[in-house]
């Protein structure tokens, strides 16, 4: 993976890709370990590039990506796709490393910048990033929901920033699963990415070889030079059904915006 990115705050550590966070005596905490250290039985025979054919491919659903030429390079876009996950090419897989399947895996965008503003740090494009564009994953320590529950309120407790991630899928058998990331003190470029009521962004859970998916922000719009990167933080509908009291102010200054942080549940 090709990371260059550093933190500005010396006090947090720099992890390209999720972590296993601290031991919990519990049955989610195993299943969470076990996931971790399991890989998927998914993995291609294909000879370079991949075809429509590919194994990975067929359990994605069909083409995660679409390939084009911008500035003399090849690059790729996010295909939208409805009930399907994305599975990209792995380390069992015997394609070519720069097969069109591997996006995420590669790492971030080149053009972030962190740079201050009035949510205190923000993630900017220093160039234009069409959209469908994978720009980082959303890493840190991959957490179970008691975990999480502590840490928000400690955070609370404290007065500090709450970076915590849940993730929700339906699998194929109606049950969800749900993925957790903090990178309060372990985590990446992503953990700078502020919320908007009107994001240019969007995250998808991309899995590369490993149950557990990847967030994965892929850009929603167009995303012009210099423009900050945003994603929604929850889901309008229930940020709407909860008291407003005890709540973050919004500040993404959108015109839609609903005046508040998304209320956080796990």
């Not at 939208?80 to 996006?103: A, H, L, Q, W, Y």
């Not at 962190?114 to 234009?128: A, P, Q």
């Amino acid at each position: 993976m090709n990371d260059n990115y550093t933190h500005v705050d010396t006090d947090v550590f720099y992890i390209t890709e999720n972590i296993i966070g601290p031991f919990e005596d519990s049955d989610e905490y195993e299943q969470l370990l076990n996931n971790f250290n399991s890989l998927l039985k998914e993995s291609c025979n294909c000879n370079g590039i991949c075809s429509l054919s590919c194994q990975c491919l067929q359990s994605s659903g069909g083409q995660n990506y679409l390939t084009y030429c911008s500035d003399g390079q090849k690059k790729f876009k996010l295909i939208p796709k409805t009930n399907s996950c994305i599975i990209e090419c792995n380390d069992n897989c015997s394609c070519s490393v720069v097969c069109s399947n591997r996006v995420v895996q590669t790492g971030p965008a080149v053009s972030l910048e962190i740079r201050s503003c009035d949510k205190g740090y923000g993630l900017f494009t220093t160039t234009f990033i069409p959209s469908g564009t994978f720009i980082c994953e959303y890493a840190g320590e991959l957490i179970t929901t008691k975990q999480a529950t502590v840490r928000h309120q400690n955070n609370k407790t404290l007065g500090k920033s709450n970076y915590i991630f849940c993730l929700r899928e339906l699998s194929s058998e109606r049950q969800p699963i749900v993925t957790i990331v903090d990178p309060a003190v372990f985590g990446n470029v992503g953990r700078y990415i502020n919320h908007s009521c009107e994001p240019n962004c969007i995250v998808t859970p991309v899995r590369c070889g490993s149950p557990i998916p990847k967030l994965a922000i892929f850009s929603s719009n167009d995303i012009e030079a210099n423009e900050e990167i945003t994603f929604n933080y929850g889901i309008n509908d229930e940020v709407n059904k909860q008291n407003s009291i005890d709540r973050t102010k919004c500040l993404c200054k959108s015109k839609n915006c609903i005046g508040f942080m998304p209320f956080h549940s796990y």
